[in-house]
């Protein structure tokens, strides 16, 4: 009796160990729709810069930036999805009174290759940034997202096209306050 009793509590621990030890995945599109509403209602305003090649442009705008539009790019960046949940080896660390968590993909098909994302101490969310690679027979992207809360973000992009020509483009985004 004593024996089932030692195995079911082994069993239970063991158990419980191996749930724990899952990799915390961040609701990263839940973030970024919690985002565009506080800065829909906000009303905060953007300025950015854009450069394609070599053609540069800025422009400014004070209210009514459709921020769905502005954070499109960001939102891709769902690493909650269930599909995504064996898909990635989970690290951390501290430094500078800031958490590190990075997701590394573990499968070439994923197109969402790296997420860091830093915290401060409390947990909130200071930085995100991404890495996207997507390839196929005809075109080869690559997407590097950094977003800062409270600050702005940046979109750099690269396409290597078999057929045409590369493209590259930075844009770079500060929010008006």
């Known amino acids: 009796m004593r024996l089932i009793i030692a195995a079911c509590?082994?069993?239970l621990v063991s158990c419980q160990n191996v749930s724990e030890n899952k990799p915390p995945f961040v609701n990263t599109k839940?973030?970024?729709e919690h985002?565009?509403?506080i800065l829909t209602e906000q009303k905060t305003g953007i300025e950015k810069q854009v450069n394609?090649?070599?053609?540069r442009d800025s422009l400014m705008i004070y209210d009514k930036v459709k921020w769905e539009k502005e954070l499109q790019a960001f939102t891709l960046v769902d690493l909650a999805k269930p599909s995504n949940r064996n898909s990635y080896v989970v690290d951390s660390s501290?430094?500078?009174n800031q958490i590190q968590i990075n997701y590394t993909?573990?499968?070439n098909k994923q197109t969402l290759k790296t997420v860091k994302i830093s915290k401060d101490l409390k947990y909130n969310i200071k930085v995100i940034e991404a890495v996207l690679i997507?390839?196929?027979?005809?075109?080869?992207s690559y997407t590097k997202l950094r977003y800062v809360t409270d600050s702005g973000f940046s979109i750099y992009g690269k396409q290597a096209v078999k057929l045409g020509d590369d493209s590259e483009y930075l844009i770079n985004a500060k929010f008006i306050h």
């Open 9 to 11: 509590l082994i069993t």
């Open 30 to 32: 839940h973030f970024f």
């Open 35 to 37: 985002e565009i509403t």
């Open 52 to 55: 394609y090649g070599k053609k």
């Open 94 to 96: 501290i430094y500078n």
């Open 105 to 107: 993909t573990t499968e």
């Open 134 to 140: 997507k390839t196929n027979s005809l075109y080869q």
